[in-house]
């Protein structure tokens, strides 16, 4: 379903919010907002976002956001492990566009995507480890209740506003969910209708698709397709991205294996 005449009303409207936005949360789903338009359309998405002018700035808040550390380490934005694929999608998508297409200030920065895609690639690997041995002790004892962000000291100044941006938020999901629908029509009716267990059981484009395998055919796609980008991607790296990158395109390879294994079966 063709949804581009959506994009730029959106975008608008994210645009807009970010620039009050103080909560936490509500930034991070304002950017992960444009994350999936990437995704969708990077090639509309950056042209709209430099309509705006907003394209340098959106993406140095994004940067910053996949950079910044808690207290205890950990990520201090994009927590779930949903958030961190849709953001790798979607700079992924950034770098598959044409020459002509790919915004200069984007062309400049190639060397900071590829650490951002590391560092959340990095995150998501670890945090499936964890969730998959918290799973296994699940099994033996009962599951304490844990909050999602991980307590972190950090989110306290957030709930002040939670309430007014929680409401502001579900509003957003509740129009992406008749989007997915193929709903656009205005309905009062419904306006009070989305629950939480919707979040749950609405299917997305993107549950088959593994952040990890699409990194490796990507870069593997642009160091034989477009070498000259690939080169300037990895310009600059530090041994510890390089590691990182090699490491991540094996992981790749293993899920690939897994994913074959798992067909022939079926």
Known sequence: MQVDEWLQPYLQLTLTKLQTAENRLLRD??????ANALYYNSGATCAILQ????LQQLFSMLFSFIFARSKKDKPAHFKGQQDKKVVVLGLLALLGLPDNALPPEIAAGLPQLLSGLIRLLVD????????????????EEPEEDVDADDGDDDDAADDGQLEEDDAYMKKLRKQALKLLRG?????????DDWTDDD??????????VDPFVSF?????????????RYQALI?????GVIAALQGMSEYAA????????????Q
């Open 51 to 54: 309509q705006f002018g907003a």
């Open 235 to 239: 310009a600059g790296a530090n041994g």
């Open 216 to 228: 490796a055919d990507v870069l593997g796609g642009l160091q034989s397709a477009m070498p000259g």
């Open 29 to 34: 789903e304002l950017l992960l907002l444009v």
């Open 199 to 208: 979040e749950e059981t609405i299917g997305s484009p993107l549950d088959d």
């Open 254 to 265: 293993q899920i690939k294996q897994k994913q074959a294994a798992n067909a022939v079966q």
């Open 124 to 139: 998501l690997k670890t945090q499936q480890e964890n969730a998959a041995a918290a799973a296994e002790e699940d099994e």
């Open 183 to 191: 709903d656009t029509a205005e309905n009062e009716e419904d306006s």
